[in-house]
């Protein structure tokens, strides 16, 4: 039981690590520029928070464990928090049996919500835990508006269009018909 624990750990650290971009695309100097305008800012901020979304998730977690340092009880509640939401949704292949009973992922998340509230209420540092996360998602969106998007390798579908901005035609001229781009 416990190899198949830290197995299984470690394949989710493995996974996030590949997930994860390059720290050195993301940290890139030379992409960063201001936005010419809110629209071109909009489609940045959308196209770097897909692109960099496990980065951008990596930054506020180290952000709300720094946070969180000062107080061990708190460090205590957001680790068995953590663990739980690990093993029961993100763990989790088949669904979660309780008494007989088939709860669904939906129920799951809430209870799991609500919980990370609780524990956050009850070691006295939710005001200090909002406001960290309130500054990471500040940090979150200036980077991603500010780091332009023309190098980014869109390789996966991550477009947040869908095929709206496909390249493919299909029978009937694709998705601009007849018009052409200059």
Do not use: C
Not at 53 to 79: E, G, K, V
């Amino acid at each position: 039981m416990a190899n198949q624990v830290i197995s299984s750990f470690k394949e989710s650290a493995h996974s996030i690590s590949i997930a994860a971009r390059a720290w050195s695309e993301f940290l890139d100097l030379s992409a960063l520029s201001f936005p010419s305008s809110v629209a071109d800012a909009t489609t940045r901020v959308t196209q770097n928070l897909t692109h960099f979304r496990i980065n951008y998730s990596i930054i506020i977690y180290f952000l709300l464990a720094f946070a969180l340092i000062t107080r061990p009880i708190a460090i205590l509640a957001f680790i068995a928090v953590g663990l739980a939401w690990y093993f029961l949704y993100f763990a989790r292949e088949e669904s979660l049996d309780i008494f007989g009973f088939s709860v669904n992922d939906g129920v799951v998340a809430v209870f799991l919500a609500g919980l990370t509230l609780f524990s956050l209420f009850i070691t006295g540092v939710w005001l200090r835990a909002l406001t960290t996360v309130g500054f990471g998602v500040l940090l979150v969106i200036l980077h991603a508006a500010v780091r332009g998007t023309d190098d980014l390798v869109t390789d996966d579908l991550e477009s947040p269009y869908g095929a709206m901005l496909s390249n493919v035609a299909d029978d009937n001229g694709g998705a601009r018909g007849d018009y052409s781009g200059l």
